[in-house]
């Protein structure tokens, strides 16, 4: 089997186009966290001096201080180093979904010239940190393999109407299932598809850490001092988030920022980190990975769906066995705003998307 891993390089422009190391950017993080160099090496498993050395290096290159020492008060990032930590987080945020989306297609393109790809599980899912976790730990342990690609909500249930993937994952709020059925029902067929639930999510503002703008509600958005960092507009978020500004009463074009977007809950939640926005919608995960503060607003059902007669063939089979295993539950059980009321239960549509506004009773685990 062939696996591609495409990974990107820091440059410093003029002077050869000398690669920055990537453990300068784990060091950063770690002197961040444990909040002095010797710290930062233990968690890097470094030796007090490799850090030091890494320090004074990448200090000369790039002509400013990364970190500043405070006698008998350990070290602290400069705040040069809090922006170059950030815009490498925030790369990781962006680029890591597409790198690794662009690698599975090469992968898939070679597989059909060296061995018979049908093994392979194709899951188009609106960006989840619990599906990523779990595909990480089967690539480690190849025990399935899983082709994951993150697009939005309604983009994943369009692939999955066309053919072209196995799994559909999707989410939207409780007590929202009306504004939800319109949009999501045109892909899903009662005779045709079923659901299994892979957790309820905690949904707010991601704010930034100690909340300097006094952001509390909806209503703060609109402040001519509040930037906001959107979602893409056929995200879960997006269609949940607008459904909030219109219940709230609020225009879209009252608030700051309203139409620039990113892609994923850690993007959202990088961007806020490095001071490039002050709010944004996400999951209370993506917030506490990047420290910030945050202001609950809803609870959401994030669900797959497949279709009905393919249940048993044995890719989906086994994959839907782990979906109801212990590991998620571990798995969901570590992430804040993570919940397993619906984890491993089947449903079909018209339990989770009812036509009548009904909020949908939990299913039989059967």
Same mark, same amino acid.
């Given at each position: 089997?062939?696996?591609?891993?495409?990974?990107?390089?820091?440059?410093?422009?003029?002077?050869?186009?000398? %690669?920055?190391?990537?453990?300068?950017?784990?060091?950063?993080?770690?002197?961040?966290?444990?909040?002095?160099?010797?710290?930062?090496?233990?968690?890097? *498993?470094?030796?007090?001096?490799?850090?030091?050395?890494?320090?004074?290096?990448?200090?000369?290159?790039? %002509?400013?201080?990364?970190?500043?020492?405070?006698? %008998?008060?350990?070290?602290?990032?400069?705040?040069?180093?809090?922006?170059?930590?950030?815009?490498?987080?925030?790369?990781?945020? *962006?680029?890591?979904?597409?790198?690794?989306?662009?690698?599975?297609? &090469?992968?898939?393109?070679?597989?059909?010239?060296?061995?018979?790809?049908?093994? *392979?599980?194709?899951?188009?899912?609106? #960006?989840?940190?619990?599906?990523?976790?779990?595909?990480?730990?089967? @690539?480690?342990?190849?025990?399935?393999?899983?082709?994951?690609?993150?697009?939005?909500?309604?983009?994943?249930?369009?692939?999955?109407?066309?053919?072209?993937?196995?799994?559909?994952?999707? #989410?939207?709020?409780?007590?929202?299932?009306?504004?939800?059925?319109?949009?999501? /029902?045109?892909?899903?067929?009662?005779?045709?598809?079923?659901?299994?639930?892979?957790?309820?999510?905690?949904?707010?503002?991601?704010?930034?850490?100690?909340?300097?703008?006094?952001?509390?509600?909806?209503?703060?958005?609109?402040?001519? !001092?509040?930037?906001?960092?959107?979602?893409?507009?056929?995200?879960?978020?997006?269609?949940?988030? !607008?459904?909030?500004?219109?219940?709230?009463?609020? !225009?879209?074009? @009252?608030?700051?920022?309203?139409?620039?977007?990113?892609?994923? #809950?850690?993007?959202?939640? @990088?961007?806020?980190?490095?001071?490039?926005?002050?709010?944004?919608?996400? &999951? *209370? @995960?993506?917030?506490? #990975?990047?420290?910030? !503060?945050? $202001?609950?607003?809803?609870?959401?059902?994030?669900? =797959?769906?497949?279709?009905?007669?393919?249940?048993?063939?044995?890719?989906?089979?086994?994959? $839907?066995? =782990?979906? /109801?295993?212990?590991?998620?539950?571990?798995?969901?059980?570590?992430?804040?705003?993570? %919940?397993?009321?619906?984890?491993?239960?089947?449903?079909?549509?018209?339990?989770?998307?009812?036509?009548?506004?009904?909020?949908?009773?939990?299913?039989?685990?059967?």
């Amino acid at each position: 089997m062939i696996r591609v891993k495409l990974q990107y390089e820091w440059q410093l422009q003029p002077g050869g186009g000398q %690669g920055v190391e990537p453990i300068l950017f784990r060091v950063l993080y770690a002197v961040h966290s444990a909040g002095s160099l010797a710290g930062a090496a233990r968690q890097t *498993r470094l030796s007090y001096r490799h850090v030091w050395g890494l320090m004074g290096k990448w200090e000369r290159m790039f %002509g400013k201080p990364l970190v500043k020492l405070n006698r %008998g008060r350990g070290a602290e990032l400069t705040e040069f180093g809090q922006k170059l930590l950030w815009a490498e987080q925030l790369v990781q945020a *962006r680029l890591a979904p597409e790198l690794e989306s662009v690698g599975q297609e &090469i992968e898939r393109a070679l597989s059909h010239v060296i061995e018979a790809s049908a093994d *392979r599980l194709v899951i188009c899912a609106s #960006h989840d940190l619990a599906l990523a976790q779990l595909r990480e730990r089967l @690539a480690r342990s190849d025990r399935q393999k899983l082709d994951l690609r993150f697009l939005g909500s309604l983009a994943s249930l369009a692939a999955l109407a066309k053919g072209q993937c196995n799994i559909a994952g999707f #989410h939207f709020a409780e007590g929202m299932e009306q504004a939800a059925t319109g949009m999501f /029902r045109r892909y899903l067929k009662p005779r045709q598809h079923q659901l299994i639930g892979l957790a309820t999510r905690t949904q707010g503002l991601m704010v930034a850490q100690g909340n300097p703008k006094a952001v509390c509600d909806l209503s703060d958005l609109t402040r001519k !001092d509040v930037r906001l960092i959107n979602r893409q507009r056929d995200s879960g978020s997006r269609v949940e988030f !607008d459904e909030l500004l219109a219940g709230a009463g609020i !225009d879209p074009d @009252a608030i700051e920022g309203y139409d620039t977007e990113e892609y994923t #809950h850690l993007a959202v939640a @990088a961007t806020i980190a490095g001071g490039m926005a002050d709010a944004g919608y996400g &999951i *209370r @995960a993506a917030a506490a #990975h990047y420290g910030l !503060d945050f $202001i609950p607003l809803l609870t959401e059902r994030y669900y =797959l769906a497949f279709r009905s007669d393919s249940r048993d063939e044995p890719q989906l089979a086994g994959f $839907i066995k =782990l979906l /109801r295993g212990k590991e998620l539950r571990e798995i969901l059980s570590a992430m804040p705003g993570y %919940g397993t009321a619906i984890t491993g239960n089947f449903y079909d549509v018209n339990q989770a998307l009812p036509l009548r506004r009904a909020a949908p009773a939990l299913a039989s685990s059967t």
